[in-house]
Nanobody, 114 residues
Framework: QVQLVESGGGLVQAGGSLSLSCAAS???????MGWSRQAPGKQRELVAV???????NYADFVKGRFTISQNKARNTVYLRMNSLSPEDSTGYYC?????????WGQGTQVTGAS
């Protein structure tokens, strides 16, 4: 059984910063870890992904503002979010893709106050 534990969401002023983390445990063999976000009534969209070799991909709307990183020894992925705006306010979901499946966290809420 795979478990993802997310933390770090909260309220932040516009222009502020926030960091998210997601620790994975269980039967993994990870090929990629990442973050997506989903606003109510909208489709979930990719924010950033990182692979074991350190390669990354970012959505255009976060490039230059968000940074994804990982601690492979701890199976943990981080998302540093800078220059947050109210448009970034939504639920953020950790995702781990591996040999044994595709797993999602329960989500953590980020609210950027105007």
């Amino acid at each position: 059984q795979v478990q993802l534990v997310e933390s770090g969401g909260g309220l932040v002023q516009a222009g502020g910063s926030l960091s998210l983390s997601c620790a994975a445990s269980g039967r993994l063999s990870i090929s990629a870890m990442g973050w997506s976000r989903q606003a109510p009534g909208k489709q979930r969209e990719l924010v950033a992904v990182i692979r074991p070799d350190g390669s990354t991909n970012y959505a255009d709307f976060v490039k230059g503002r968000f940074t994804i990183s990982q601690n492979k020894a701890r199976n943990t992925v981080y998302l540093r979010m800078n220059s947050l705006s109210p448009e970034d306010s939504t639920g953020y979901y950790c995702r781990v893709v591996g040999r044994y499946g595709d797993h999602w966290g329960q989500g953590t809420q980020v609210t950027g106050a105007s």
